[in-house]
Every structure is written in C-alpha cells, then in structure tokens.
C-alpha cells in the first residue's frame, strides 16, 4: 500500500498503527453491509425485478454494495450509516439511469431542426410507410424480378438519384463519411490528393478531412492559404502522382473577410486537362435550390455537377430529409472504379435505409408537395405566425404554474448540421426561469422526462424553441415542465 510507506516516512510507527486500527472499525462495517441475495429478496428489489430484469438487479445491487464499500473505505460515509434503503434507492437509480441510455423518443425544442445528437432528419410518412412495409416482409433487395437473377441493392436508389441531379451514375453508402472515405480509397490510394487549406475541416465526431485520407492511403498536398486559395495553387501542386482534386463544403464555420476559393467551374476544367478526379464533397447537399422555399441559397448537387465535378457526395439525413445514408453520384467511369472496390462491401446500406431513402427521394419529383410532404422542409419554412400560435398554446399551458418566469420571445434557430450555417432563421421561442431551482436542473428534469424533452439555455433562462416542436407535443412539454417544478 503506497499510502502507508508515504505515511511511514512522515512518522514511522505512529501513524501507521492508528491507519491500520481504524481500517479495522472499517471491516466490521463492511461486513455488515446486506448481502446480493437479502437485497433483492426485499419487497422493493422484488418490485425492481418486476420492471427491470432480474439479472440487471442482481448487477445494481452489486454496484451498489462495491459503491458502499468503498464510501467507507475513503471514510466518505461513516461505519453504520449506510442503509438497507439508502442501496435500494441507489439500485433504482442506477437501473432507470441505464434503461434511460437506450434509444428513446425525444422532443427536439432546440430549435435546430438537422441535430445530429438529436437524430438529424425526422422521416417522412411516406419513408415510414416504406420501412415498415419492407421491414415487415422480405423483398427484392438483391433479387431482379424480371430475369429471375441476382440484382443489385443499389441500383433501384441509384436510378432515381440520377433522375433528380442529373448524373450518369450513383451510389449509395452508410454515411456522407463512407463515402468520402471509399471515393478516396477507390480513387486515389497511393497516390496525392489535393485539397485548399482553407477546406481542411472537422466536421465533428472526429470527422477530419486529413485524417480520413489518411486512412485510404493517398498523401494530402495541401494547398494555399486557410483565407485564401487560387487556382495557380493548385495548378502547381499537380505532380504524375495526383489522382483526385478535392473540394470540401465548410460545413460548420465560415471564413469571411478577405477570402477567395476556386469554383467548381475552375477546378474541373483543370481536372480535365491534367486527368485527377474532381470531387466535391458537399456535406448537406440539397438537390433542389432552397431559394424556391424562400431560404438562403445552399449549393446544390445539380450545380456541382453542372459545374463539372466528376463526382459529388452528400448525406442522405441532412438537408435531403432522409435516413442517415452517403450519396455519391457523377461520371459513371468514377462510380464503377468505386462499385469494384472491396470497400463497398463493408459500407453498403441495409434495406430499411434503401426503403426510407427511395421513399424520401420520390418526394422530389412532386415539387410542389415536396415542401409539405418533407419533415425538414416543413419546419425550415415554417411560417412565423403558426410558430406564434403554438409559443401562445403552450404559454397558456405555462402561465399557471405557480413562480415560473415565463415569456414568448423572438429567437433565431439554426437549420443546424453544416447547412446555411449563418443564416439564422427568425423564430419563436418561450423563455422560463424555474422558481427554487437553476435553469440547468430543469432542463435535467426535462431530459429525463419520457419522452425526453431537450431545450436550449442562452442567458440563464431556459428557451423552448417552437420550430422543431410538433402541435401534438406541445402538451406533452407543458406536462413535463409542470412534473420537473413538482
Ligand atoms: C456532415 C458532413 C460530412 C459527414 O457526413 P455524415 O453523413 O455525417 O457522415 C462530411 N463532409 C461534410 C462537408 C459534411 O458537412
């Protein structure tokens, strides 16, 4: 025990005998901790194993009396203090805190409408109706109906995805990540990638543009400046061993100020004379310009190709409104040097996220309806009087709660994962201030609440952003707020 040497050398036999006295008042008391099988024979364990599992109260308790013995040992709780009931209590916590880390419904009143902790894009109808009726069953998922032969899973996706951007060929994978990383290691192992300094991000959850090419085995030339980045930079840094000229959208951050990059345009026609792939990564990608909805402009994956990129990826559960999915669509010569890789293998999608994504993808080709029909859209556009109505319903369900400091303001939300990053999106929110505890406690209690109810905190008071929230939920929040000050 190093403890005791360190002790030893301040004052050799004093200190060590009254350590080693009172360490053994600290056996008896954990001696007369209760044992696993008292515990869970109690009425209160009897009633866990009810709700939870036996097994999973077997393992509480066990945690419980490891946590104890412990606390006694470090002297945090006195010899005798700790009880039968004080463990159970601390056995039900432990096991609602676990059952609370499965994957549950939330109420998004963040505001943030594409929220990767919260999910991204919820699905549409029509995408459910599709996952379950091809969930349910079995389907044509390798299977070509016609010939009677194997087919392909992709192809059905790929036809549409080609119909909507205008493009040879496509492609779809677990996540925009995916397909970054197989066009990468498809087109460019071995050899150099060019990439602008001032396109080098992370788009959280460690997701590093350097690293990922790393990880195919191409060498990162990097080029320019982080503010500024000219064709000439690139044009000087092709070399015989340059395969792929990569372009990143800057998802989550803006550079402004004195700033240039090189367009799409510019970069494909150096692409064409000098031979690498141009490739475009352009994370939220939507495939319709959203300017026609009255948002601010994003780029849209039928310019990046217009303009001449050979291929461009994207994520299907961002902007797109879809299930999580990679899309990668361009040159059909591309696309085949990425369908013969041994990667695409590991990396290809399952039927359900086939199922959602064709369902969310037929929306498109009804504009007209797309803006309705589509979650995402919905919201994004989401008229500010509806928004003022709802803030109205749930104040009033607020208002009575006795010492709660609440009020309907006007906030500005965010479309959130890496689209129209600065374009704050005027919107209604509540502000409360708990009486008796903080604004972090509550916004606890809520996260606790079933079904989870998950807010902002900007300037000590708590903000419930009506964007996100569904009229049907709007009860379900005034309960949880009145429950979480109960
Ligand atoms: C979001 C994003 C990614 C990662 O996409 P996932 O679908 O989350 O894997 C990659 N690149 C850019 C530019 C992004 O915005």
């Known amino acids: 025990m190093p403890e005791l040497r360190w002790q030893g050398s301040l004052s050799e036999s004093g200190l060590v005998s009254a350590r080693l006295h009172s360490e053994d008042l600290d056996v008896d008391a954990r001696r007369a901790l209760p044992q696993v099988g008292r515990l869970v024979a109690t009425p209160a364990g009897e009633e866990l194993c009810r709700q939870f599992s036996r097994r999973a109260v077997v393992e509480a308790a066990r945690a419980e009396l490891q946590a104890a013995r412990r606390r006694l040992l470090d002297r945090r709780d006195a010899a005798g203090s700790v009880s039968f009931e004080a463990i159970l209590e601390g056995m039900g916590a432990r096991l609602r805190e676990r059952e609370n880390a499965g994957l549950r419904r939330a109420i998004n009143a963040t505001g943030i409408v594409l929220h990767t902790n919260l999910g991204r894009a919820p699905l549409a109808p029509a995408a459910l109706a599709a996952v379950t009726e091809i969930g349910d069953g079995y389907s044509n998922l390798e299977l070509d109906l016609t010939t009677g032969r194997r087919g392909s899973r992709h192809r059905a996706v790929a036809d549409l995805l ?188 399952d039927k359900l996220t086939l199922a959602a994504l064709q369902a969310s993808l037929e929306l498109y080709r009804d504009p007209e309806r797309l803006q309705q029909a589509l979650p995402v859209l919905a919201m994004l556009t989401q008229d500010e009087g509806v928004l003022q109505a709802r803030a109205e319903r749930l104040h009033a369900l607020l208002a009575g709660i006795d010492g709660l400091d609440v009020e309907i303001a006007a906030e500005v939300g965010y479309a959130g994962g890496g689209s129209l990053p600065e374009a704050g999106i005027p919107t209604r929110a509540l502000r409360l201030r708990p009486p008796r505890i903080g604004v972090d406690d509550l916004a606890r209690r809520l996260q606790a609440h079933r079904p989870a109810v998950v807010a902002r905190i900007a300037h000590d008071r708590l903000i419930l952003d009506l964007r996100t929230v569904r009229d049907d939920e709007v009860a379900v929040i005034g309960q949880a707020v009145r429950e979480g000050l109960a």
């Open 162 to 349: 080609c119909e909507l951007a205008g493009a040879e060929a496509a492609l779809v994978v677990n996540n925009n990540a995916a397909a970054v990383l197989l066009t990468t290691c498809a087109l460019a192992a071995g050899g150099e990638v060019v990439v602008s300094r001032g396109e080098l991000v992370e788009i959280g959850g460690s997701f590093r543009i350097p690293d990922i090419i790393h990880q195919s085995g191409a060498r990162l030339v990097e080029v320019g400046t982080t503010n500024k980045t000219r064709l000439a930079d690139y044009a000087r840094a092709l070399t015989p061993e340059t395969r792929m000229l990569l372009k990143v959208h800057p998802s989550n951050y803006r550079i402004v100020g004195f700033t240039g990059a090189v367009s799409t345009d510019a970069l494909a026609a150096l692409g064409r004379e000098h031979g690498p792939a141009v490739v475009e990564d352009l994370g939220s990608g939507s495939l319709v310009d959203l300017r026609r909805f009255g948002l601010p402009h994003e780029p849209t994956v039928p310019e990046a190709l217009g303009a001449g990129a050979g291929l461009v990826t994207f994520s299907g559960d961002k902007l797109l409104g879809g299930p999580q999915a990679g899309l990668i669509v361009g040159r059909r010569a591309l696309i085949e040097q990425l369908e013969r890789h041994p990667l695409l293998r590991a990396l290809r999608p």
